[in-house]
């Protein structure tokens, strides 16, 4: 996965010029595989014809709820959030990935996600408030009433 990501991140950079923050400007086109969670997918990102390499992908702007949290009411929203995204990608096979950069967590990258009707799954799934605006910074503490 490491080589994977490296690869992919190293590809990218002959697409439309990095920024100052090594962020790759896209659009490139990739198709889903699988949603991992209420924010991250697993893509096959074509970043050049004829070539094609999976890579996991954080959803920019939203934290949804951890579907492992021991906290049964987050565990909840953390499915009902995936479960959600799972609806709106029914029936769309390619999505455009956009200002594409490494993520925090090694082994994903950060991008803008739109399908190819225009729609932005991270504003959908905030108007539906399943996740909370998340700009890379610290995470508020959740309380739990499980514990």
């Not at 699988?34 to 959803?59: H, K, N, S």
């Not at 029936?91 to 994903?108: H, M, N, P, T």
């Not at 991008?111 to 905030?126: C, H, K, M, S, Y």
Request: aromatic share 4%; net charge negative; with cysteine.
């Amino acid at each position: 996965m490491l080589k994977l990501l490296s690869i992919l991140l190293l590809s990218l950079s002959s697409v439309p010029a990095l920024a100052a923050r090594d962020e790759i400007e896209g659009p490139i086109s990739a198709k889903i595989i699988r949603i991992i969670d209420g924010d991250t997918l697993l893509v096959a990102a074509t970043p050049w014809p004829q070539q094609t390499m999976e890579v996991y992908v954080r959803i920019r702007g939203i934290d949804a709820p951890e579907i492992h949290s021991k906290c049964t009411e987050i565990r909840k929203a953390g499915l009902e959030a995936r479960d959600a995204l799972e609806q709106m990608i029914s029936g769309v096979s390619i999505i455009q990935l956009r200002e594409i950069a490494g993520d925090k967590y090694f082994g994903r990258i950060l991008a803008n996600v739109t399908f190819a009707d225009g729609r932005n799954p991270a504003q959908d799934l905030l108007s539906e408030g399943l996740v909370r605006a998340y700009d890379g910074g610290r995470k508020p503490q959740v309380f739990c009433a499980d514990e």
